[in-house]
Structures are given as C-alpha cells and as structure tokens.
C-alpha cells in the first residue's frame, strides 16, 4: 500500500502554460488554423503531459498483461479459459495482431503473467507476476482480497518502473489477455458511472443473443451480491475486477508519476 500512495503522492497535473505555448506554435505553422483537427490537441496534451516543448516519443512500450477469471465458470465467453494460455504463448512467438502492428511502429511488446490459470516459466518474453491462478467467480463472491488487488497494482508500478529505469519509456500502451475479461471490465464500469449493465456491456468474444442477455444477468447478480462501493476503487477490483486489470492500473499510475502519456 505504501508504493501505491507514494506513487499516487507524485502525481502532478498537466503543464496547462506549456499546452498554451505549444497552441500558439502549431497556429505559427504554414497551415489553416486547427486543421490538423485532433492531431493538434493530442500533440498538446503530449506537450501537457512530459512538461516538455519539444517531447520525444521513440521509447515506446507495450505492456500486455494476462489474466484468467473465474466468472467464465458462468459461461459467459465463447471461448474456453484455456484459450488464455494459448494466447500467450502466441504473444511470446510473436504471431499475434499486436506484435505484428508494434512491430510495424517500432514499440516493444512486454508480456505479463498477472494471473494466468497455469503455472508459466520466466523467459525473456515474459515477466512473472503472478497474483494467483485466476481470480474467483465474482457471481459467487469476490474476485480476490482487497491486499491481493494492491499487490496486483503495486506489481503494476514495479512493472513500468523497471523498464523506465532500465531502458526509458517515452509513451506507453496498455493491453491485456483474459478469457471473460469483458465481463469484470463492464461491471466495473456499471458500477463507477451508474449506467445500466446492459447499456455498457458487449459481446465480447462474439457471443450470441441469447449468451449476451446471460452474460447481462451474471454482471447484474455479481454487483448485487458484491455490492462493489464506487467511491472505493480498491473495493470495486477486489469484488469484481482482475489480476490484470490491477496490473494495468499500476501501469497508467506509475506513468502518470513519470509524465508518461498513455494509449489505453
């Protein structure tokens, strides 16, 4: 918990005077004010973000997290659990849409066990940080204890720190691998925004009618029996969130504290 408030503690807000400046370089351009449309305002925002005039963007890294879910025991996938493991040797091999499209842009692919159902042996392509062999069933109890979500995130922080120091991150890109893990990711955000399961739930590995309106139900019953607070983030990833997902936050917190932009 202490890297976790610490890292947060360090946490600064954008440099608003240098996104102004940055505004007033891109109007000096031989070019119709604002035509390059969002370009420009990303373009600031990196400005905002590094506190830099002149950033640099060439250190670029992806962090894939993997993690399993016990929620898929309710069949809300289209896909077994063990396709989880697959997937991640195929990350390793590199025969996966990712490390086709990073390699295309020069990013490197960082490939993370956060709580993958089968035990996976350190290599140069994987990092081990595995919390447990998947999460519990979240439409039964909760996913996991409130100090094993810190230590998903505190693994998190750890995670981008070490390649930060080791090698620099300039920006940095978010991704995860996980049978169900559509299933905890829109109960966390019915239960933060207030909005209706079935308005911010998908059909995920591309599930029938009938297996969305199940997977629609399995949400609603795991915030009723959980009762997941909003105002707690740490109480709504224990009750229904992921390893992974955890991993990730401490990734985004820990490149907030380093002035890091982020592509989720």
Known sequence: MKKLKETIQAIKPTNTELMKKAQKRLDNLTKPSGSLGRLENLAKRVVGITAKENPLLEKKVIFTMAGDHGVTEE??????????LQMVYNFIKEGAAINVLAKGVGVKVIIVDMGVAAKLQPQTKLVIKKIGYGTQNMAKNPAMTKEEAIEAITAGITLFEDEFNKNGIDIVGTGEMGIGNTTPSSAIIACCTGAKVEDVTGRGTGI????????????????????PDPRDPLD???????????????CILAAAKHRVPVVI
């Open 236 to 250: 709504v990833l224990s009750k229904v969130g992921g390893y992974e997902i955890g991993g990730l936050v401490g």
């Open 75 to 84: 069949e809300v996938s289209a896909f077994p659990q063990e396709v989880t």
């Open 208 to 227: 029938s009618d009938s297996a969305l309106q199940h997977k629609i139900k399995v949400i609603e019953k795991a915030l009723k029996i959980n009762h």
